[in-house]
């Protein structure tokens, strides 16, 4: 009766594992089909200036809004340059901003870089004035700008 018993066993396992395996194909066969735009990464005004991407790639880009740059065109139109400390990218968006959008505070854009600026198709600013998010800090921290909530100077 003990050899019945490890044989049922033995079957349960290779039927778990055989499940196993079929979902994660399963898993990988819809993350190849998905569309390229599902994937978005994030870029600091560094890295964009750096290695501009192509113009039919989406991405975000994220840091404070550089001082004296904010201009509001016609209607909805808004301009301003994004900056991390070591470079600073022109950012275009026709849209309504966020409440808590200002110069000097943190923001992330999602868009695609043309012709020399971002042109963003969401605008995201920080939640409260403590909040900045943590690819946004990364970038300022690598620049060594980044100011800590309590005013503290942070650098790596």
Not at 81 to 103: K, M, W
Request: net charge negative.
């Amino acid at each position: 009766m003990t050899g019945g018993f490890k044989s049922l066993k033995k079957r349960r396992r290779v039927q778990v594992l055989s499940l196993a395996g079929v979902s994660l194909a399963l898993v990988l066969v819809l993350l190849w089909f998905l569309p390229d735009d599902s994937f978005q990464f994030f870029r600091s005004p560094s890295e964009v200036v750096e290695a501009p991407p192509p113009p039919n790639e989406r991405f975000r880009i994220g840091g404070l809004v550089e001082e004296g740059t904010l201009v509001r065109g016609q209607g909805e139109q808004v301009s301003f340059s994004v900056t991390d400390g070591g470079a600073s990218v022109q950012v275009v968006y026709t849209g309504i901003l966020p409440d808590l959008f200002n110069e000097g505070e943190g923001m992330v854009a999602q868009g695609n870089y043309i012709n020399g600026r971002f042109e963003a198709v969401e605008i995201l600013a920080k939640h409260d004035e403590t909040y900045m998010p943590s690819e946004v800090v990364d970038a300022l921290k690598e620049q060594g700008v980044y100011v800590a909530p309590d005013d503290t100077v942070v650098t790596n």
